[in-house]
């Protein structure tokens, strides 16, 4: 083993001492309130993204099916399904609006 000379030692210590130093500030910012604050909302709105673009897809899956009960594969109108839907939408309307009526006299 070859024998080092107190310039290599004293060398190696102040490589050591800087990636130790440079160690310690990456640790200093990584547990940093700040930094563990941005984590938090970066995965929160990440989370949020994610559930969000979910929920569009099942509400357009949603919309797309009730589409296709109210138009044709040529994109017509059913008038078979349309005019009872709307009347039952009607006679909700009115249900609704004569019970307001009751309460109110």
Same mark, same amino acid.
């Given at each position: 083993? *070859? !024998?080092? !000379?107190?310039?290599?030692?004293?060398?190696?210590?102040?490589?050591?001492? !800087? =990636?130790?130093?440079?160690?310690?500030?990456? #640790?200093?910012?990584?547990?940093?309130?700040? !930094?563990?604050?941005? =984590?938090?909302?970066?995965?929160?709105?990440?989370?949020?993204?994610?559930?969000? @673009?979910?929920?569009?897809?099942?509400?357009? @899956?949603?919309?797309?099916? *009730?589409? *296709? =009960?109210?138009?044709?594969?040529?994109?017509?109108?059913?008038?078979?399904?349309?005019?009872?839907?709307?009347?039952?939408?009607? @006679?909700?309307?009115? #249900?609704?609006?004569?019970?307001?009526?009751?309460?109110?006299?």
């Amino acid at each position: 083993m *070859a !024998t080092r !000379t107190t310039a290599q030692i004293e060398a190696d210590i102040a490589r050591t001492r !800087t =990636q130790l130093a440079s160690t310690l500030d990456e #640790l200093a910012m990584r547990v940093h309130p700040s !930094t563990i604050s941005a =984590q938090v909302k970066a995965r929160a709105v990440a989370t949020v993204e994610e559930k969000a @673009g979910r929920a569009y897809v099942a509400a357009s @899956g949603l919309v797309e099916k *009730a589409k *296709a =009960q109210f138009v044709d594969d040529k994109g017509q109108p059913r008038k078979e399904r349309i005019v009872p839907a709307a009347l039952v939408g009607v @006679g909700l309307v009115l #249900l609704v609006a004569s019970s307001g009526k009751r309460r109110k006299g």
